[in-house]
């Protein structure tokens, strides 16, 4: 019996603290999606490198830019050579580009407004960025965040109902007992206890394995992946705030479950 | 004092088990409660401790009216009364003495007062040595007796037994009439449901008879027997 | 023909209950097993349908050697005899003519003798009023009247009862017992644990004493009594 | 107590069939993606529409090239010009730029192969695919497709777990009635026969809502997302078939662990 519940509370816990892990970790990636959205300010060809300076600390100071980085003329040739062919090498000697200003905005949601604002300045000849493309990016990035919080939310409910289920069949099973306690005298309060503080007993006991689990499974995944994501889009949550987090949440959902459950299990009973 | 005015208890099924009773039973008196099979001897006892509620009709159990008890106040109503339930009704995960102290648990009694009251109440019912057994490794008459035993380990003002000795072989029969009569002699309340003829005419007192759901006699010092 | 021989049985507690237990019931005998409460009475009948088997000993019935009964021969052994049980072992979940009917589906008894065997049983004991009924909707001795029938409506070869008159008044335990002595001269074997003297002395038959697990007396004709 | 195991089967069932159906569309999208990966052949500026021509022939008949999609040399200054800027419109008199073909493999996996076997043809400037950027690209769908496969056997296990479990605790409660059952001469198939087919009734009782929700939804997903995803690189799984496996998957895990629940549940109780 109380294997029973215990082990429904292990795998449930198991399996939402792993999607809690994936689902997180997501999440920061899509930031980090967001994150990297750009405006590219394209400079008029014949602006000189001071007017290029006050654009760049105007642009900076706007409200809504969060970072500013400056590429050269000559890098932006570079740049254009190495994705349409190295025959526009011939350019290199009269370059026909102007310098470039590469904008983040401090959310990545604004950039439209931010481009916009940047367009009304002097000494630009065109604000490039994704258009309806960011747009139609940060609609999936919405979408897949809304899903992935809707399918936790469903595990999460899942494994509550499951859980507490569980538990409530293991105290049908003691129906018998309860009525007896009480044709003996004893009050609704003096039989819930003991059932609760199993139900806490059952929620700590279900809790460990997922929390060991998921500290230990994450730590290696951490220390083994971390340093070969230095450089990649995709940046796993830093270990030690996360696992604390996770754990916490893991131990109050087990808890919480342990003792709703015997809560609303006994109450049935008490009616004798 | 336990009074029953006008009770009816008719069963969700349709069966009728109390069909108008009214009685009056003394502090102190020790009544046999006999009839037929199925004649509604069991309801009118489950009824005193409200295991069972009359459908209609008043009862009051030492001037407490069981018709106005708010259920939050049941448990001080049953703490007065030890019951010796006809199916025992032992609590299956803990063993004799547990099952006999749960009742002074339930009122709160020192660990102390505890032990010494289930250990006395235990010799007094011969299971000393079958305080650590568990009740499925007890023959029926031991789970007898352990219901015995803990109806009356709180010195309860009424004490009701249905069919205390069903189970059991006639010398322990007398044994635990013994218990009963010494009890009833310090003051307390008995109301004994029984079948056992041999018993209701050697000990005499008052004989309450049950048919289909009514009184149909009462005789203070009765013998067994009803017509059927 | 019941033997039994050497009969030792000590339960996982310690307990001894069957103390090198010899006995020979012959076909179609009448016993009763008498003796106090926690002698072994229950332990020795529970053996003879293999509820609990002898930690030592040989035991026989029907020319069926229990020791090297395979297990899944255990059903065709246990339809050979009716069993009341001493706490009826009713199926809750069932009504009181489907609990009776459950012997005989068993037995893939057809649906028509199903219908006319359980009726004729129900009108035996008693309860034809009551069919529809379900187990926790009974009293005590209409509960054992359900066990009653249950144990005799197949026409088992032989019929072990457990204090089948423990929950019932004197008029309804004669009937049971008139039930009983009538099958008994059809050819039944019939073994019968009880503590009912008057029943054991006016009804003579064969009676055994249990006593600490042992046959402390044998005798044809006897009386109830023991030393203790 | 029925009610405890018909809505723990539901509600797994009903996640199981969820995560089903979105892990074979992710799938889906992971096939779209790998067979998105294109070769970009830039031809040489001094070949003619002859030498692209045969050019064009030669690698389609190349083994594993599946589709070659030609783009002049003015559409490809075109793309130049809108990614880094109209003054590039200049070139427009003098295009320097060569024609393309766009390659794609019919087994992604093997672009790098085939686009070393096209670089050894004539007429050929250069050889353009994501390399590196492939190769990573291909790790992350595999190691996705690898992570959400064990995900969702994952959640099958634990599915399976739990609701064996409930089914157990339901017959537990019904020990002492299997025990009568056998103490009054019934054989073990006897008393075991109506627990499975109650398994079985569970099963289905359980998974017809699963069943009937995620039908209804992916219908009503499909018929209004298919057309406006017509030209995305995300598609749905075509509504008719998919619906039907699902389900016929659905409905073989209820009835599969119904009866494999109640078989194992009751064995315990048996051996009286
Ligand atoms: N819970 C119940 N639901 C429906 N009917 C019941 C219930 N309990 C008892 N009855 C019916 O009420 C009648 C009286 O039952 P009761 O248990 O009071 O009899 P009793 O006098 O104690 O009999 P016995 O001597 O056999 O124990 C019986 O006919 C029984 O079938
Ligand atoms: N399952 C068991 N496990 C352990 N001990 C048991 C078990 N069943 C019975 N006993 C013990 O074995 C002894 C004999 O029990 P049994 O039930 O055979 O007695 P009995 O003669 O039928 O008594 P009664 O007349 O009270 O029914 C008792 O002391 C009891 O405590
Ligand atoms: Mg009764
Ligand atoms: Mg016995």
């Given amino acids: 019996m109380t294997f029973a519940s215990v082990s429904a509370v292990t795998v449930t816990l198991l399996l939402v603290g792993v999607f809690i892990v994936i689902m997180m970790n997501l999440n920061q990636l899509a930031d980090n999606i967001e994150n990297d959205v750009e405006i590219k300010v394209i400079t008029d060809p014949a602006a000189d490198v001071e007017d290029v300076k006050l654009l760049k600390k105007e642009v900076q100071e706007t409200a809504g830019v969060a970072t500013v980085i400056y590429s050269s003329r000559d890098e932006e040739l570079d740049k254009m050579i190495s994705s349409f062919g190295d025959e526009l090498n011939l350019y290199k000697q009269s370059n026909p580009l102007g310098d470039a200003l590469y904008v983040k905005a401090s959310n990545p949601h604004e950039t439209a407004e931010v481009a916009a604002e940047i367009g009304t300045y002097d000494h630009i000849y065109q604000v490039v960025y994704g258009e309806g493309k960011i747009e139609k990016l940060f609609n999936v990035l919405t979408m897949s965040r809304n899903v992935g919080l809707a399918l936790i939310l469903a595990l999460l409910f899942t494994a509550m109902f499951l859980i507490s289920n569980t538990i409530r069949l293991t105290i049908v099973a003691r129906g018998k007992e309860i009525e007896i306690m009480k044709l003996v005298g004893a009050t609704n309060s003096f039989v819930r206890i003991p059932f609760v503080l199993e139900g806490i007993w059952l929620g700590v006991l279900g809790s460990l394995i997922p929390m060991g689990v998921i500290s230990f499974a994450y730590y290696e995944l951490y220390t083994q992946w971390e340093p070969k994501l230095q450089n990649e889009l995709f940046q796993l949550l830093s270990a030690t705030p996360f696992i604390f987090q996770v754990n916490a949440l893991l131990l109050f959902m087990g808890v919480f479950i342990g003792i709703w459950g015997s809560f609303m299990s006994v109450r049935k009973f008490l009616r004798v | ?228």
């Fill in chain 2, 1 to 228: 004092m336990i009074v029953m005015k006008d009770v009816y208890k008719k069963y969700p099924n349709g069966v009728v088990a109390a069909n108008g009773i009214n009685v009056k039973i003394a502090r102190g008196e020790f009544v046999y409660v006999v009839g037929p099979s199925g004649a509604g001897k069991s309801t009118f006892i489950k009824m005193m401790y409200r295991e069972e509620t009359p459908t209609s009709g008043s009862i009051m159990i030492n001037s407490i009216n069981l018709a106005t008890l708010r259920s939050k106040r049941v448990p001080y109503l049953r703490r007065q009364i030890g019951v010796v339930f006809q199916d025992f009704k032992l609590l299956p995960k803990l063993n004799v003495y547990e099952n006999v102290a749960f009742a002074l648990e339930v009122i709160e009694e020192t660990p102390k007062q505890i032990r010494k009251k289930v250990n006395d109440v235990l010799a007094l019912v011969g299971l000393t040595q079958k305080a650590r057994m568990f009740p499925n490794e007890l023959s029926g008459g031991e789970q007898q007796r352990v219901s015995i035993a803990r109806s009356i380990v709180n010195s309860p003002k009424v004490v009701i037994a249905d069919e205390p000795t069903g189970n059991l072989d006639p010398d322990t029969s007398w044994d635990i009439m013994k218990i009963f009569e010494q009890i009833n002699s310090r003051g307390t309340t008995i109301v004994m449901a029984t079948h056992n003829k041999e018993i209701v005419n050697t000990i005499r007192h008052r004989v309450i008879v049950v048919e289909g759901g009514m009184i149909t006699r009462d005789e203070y010092e009765g013998v067994y027997g009803y017509e059927s």
